[in-house]
């Protein structure tokens, strides 16, 4: 009886859990059913490991670099899966449902959850007095609402992450559609179109995910430690008629202390082994993605592709990881 009171007051608590950090878990509120053999309470409770304390007289070697995760490689599959979808849109309220996995989310699927929900703060990739300059990987640019208020209760905050999250649909041709019960011509007798869709931003249109990442050795523990201090999402930049001119970097996210806390708490799919899923945070931690690095830190502050193209450039990566690994190497011979 003991038993059965913990294990109903176990699957109560981290239904609560989940309701407050919006991750899925395997077990139902209402009845108290686990779907499964037994309750998966690891990684929605577990607690965040922190990274070890560096002072700078321990650093006896450091070095910047920029990496791409390229998520059509199969390996980083467990990022872009599974993709969440939009319903069609109510023919009386016009809303649109967004579906989710309710095991497991894709990685997109969590920023863009904890961004609305303000566990996450977005920086701008670019100044916004002046777009061309892109410098907003040193997180000099937050998108932040007005001092006690949220996505729901502040409209400029909300009108300005939209950019960030969304794009506007098609501006409507005909002047006299009327779709949303709008008048078509105000009183003064201009036209009143009605309003452009949002078109939200789902992990299908997400084609790559960039780090910015320190590399350092420390003398005092004497191993080479890597740390990521800022994930970006990349997508597409389509004209109208949908076809590809480039890439572009959506929004950074500070990764030490505003992703961990999130990811530290979501499963990454294990093709493997059903039973032994770690948490998004692990996954970077372990490195189990495949990557290329696009950029370090020189006395030019240019990119790789700047003087190399194509497999040109994937060998120029290979270099700088070659190097790093080499730091560590000579260190440790006699």
């Known amino acids: 009886m003991k038993n059965l009171m913990l294990c109903t007051l176990l699957v109560f608590s981290l239904s609560t859990f989940a309701q407050i950090n919006g991750g899925p878990i395997n077990s139902r509120t209402e009845t108290g059913v686990i779907d499964g053999v037994y309750l998966k309470s690891n990684i929605p409770t577990k607690r965040l490991i922190p ?5 700078e007289a321990d650093a006896l070697w450091s070095r ?22 939009f319903s ?14 309710d095991n497991r989310w894709s990685l997109w699927t969590i920023i863009r959850q904890h961004i609305l929900s303000g566990d996450l703060t977005v920086y701008s990739d670019y100044n916004p007095i002046r777009p061309s300059v892109k410098d907003g990987d040193k997180f000099k640019y937050p998108i932040i609402p007005a001092q006690g208020l949220n996505y729901a209760t502040d409209p400029a905050y909300k009108e300005e992450l939209s950019y960030y999250l969304a794009k506007l649909g098609d501006m409507p041709i005909d002047p006299y559609l009327n779709v949303y019960g709008q008048d078509s011509i105000d009183a003064v007798g201009n036209y009143v179109y009605p309003p452009r869709d949002t078109i939200w931003y789902t992990s299908s249109d997400i084609i790559q995910y960039r780090l910015k990442e320190d590399w350092i050795f420390d003398k005092q523990r004497s191993v080479m430690d890597v740390r990521i201090l800022g994930i970006a999402p990349v997508r597409h930049m389509k004209d109208d008629n949908g076809n590809i001119g480039g890439t572009w970097t959506m929004f950074w996210l500070y990764f030490p202390t505003d992703c961990r806390y999130v990811f ?14 770690m948490s998004f945070d692990d996954y970077f931690m372990k490195r189990r993605f495949s990557s290329f690095i696009y950029k370090e830190e020189n006395v030019y502050d240019r990119s790789v592709e700047k003087f190399r193209v194509g497999v040109d450039a994937l060998m120029e990566s290979q270099k700088i990881t070659e190097k790093i690994r080499n730091i560590e190497h000579d260190v440790w011979s006699y």
Do not use: C, H, Q
């Not at 910047?64 to 979808?85: C, S």
């Open 51 to 55: 990274y070890p304390y560096i002072r």
């Open 64 to 85: 910047r670099v920029w990496r791409a995760i390229d998520l059509r490689e199969k390996i980083n599959r467990p990022l872009y899966y599974p993709l969440d979808e």
């Open 88 to 101: 069609n849109p109510d023919p009386l309220t016009g809303e649109v449902e967004w579906i989710r996995n």
């Open 264 to 277: 530290n708490n979501y499963f990454v799919y294990n093709e493997s082994n059903g039973s032994s899923w």
